[in-house]
Nanobody, 124 residues
Framework: QVQLVESGGGLVQAGGSLRLSCAASGRTFSTYTMGWFRQAPGKERAFVGTISWSGRITYYADSVKGRFTISRDNGKDTVYLQTNSLKPEDTAVYYC?????????????????WGQGTQVTVSS
């Protein structure tokens, strides 16, 4: 089991930034591919990005590429999502998730463990 707890969400104006954190506990964090997803009101959960267990490989959805950056600190069992140039359409609950698959994963069903989510609201 891996327990994930997100933090860092909040209300920000368009063009602003937030840094989301996801703290993990339980089984060995460094062996998991970590991902971020988001769910806006009335919409399905959407893929945001992933980072490999080593931190060397990242992958992003086109909608956030160039604005969002995922990083991880395996010594602290934490993964981060730096969000810049935020837009109102980025408003959503953001979830981190852990996958045992070492490779390119973008669908929720490939992730075994999920956090409770943190709300990000971007005002225009």
């Amino acid at each position: 089991q891996v327990q994930l707890v997100e933090s860092g969400g909040g209300l920000v104006q368009a063009g602003g930034s937030l840094r989301l954190s996801c703290a993990a506990s339980g089984r060995t964090f460094s062996t998991y591919t970590m991902g971020w997803f988001r769910q806006a009101p009335g919409k399905e959960r959407a893929f945001v990005g992933t980072i490999s267990w080593s931190g060397r490989i990242t992958y992003y959805a086109d909608s956030v590429k160039g604005r969002f950056t995922i990083s991880r600190d395996n010594g602290k069992d934490t993964v981060y999502l730096q969000t810049n140039s935020l837009k109102p359409e980025d408003t959503a609950v953001y979830y981190c998730a852990a996958s045992p698959i070492m490779g390119h994963v973008t669908t929720g069903r490939d992730f075994d463990f999920w956090g409770q989510g943190t709300q990000v609201t971007v005002s225009s």
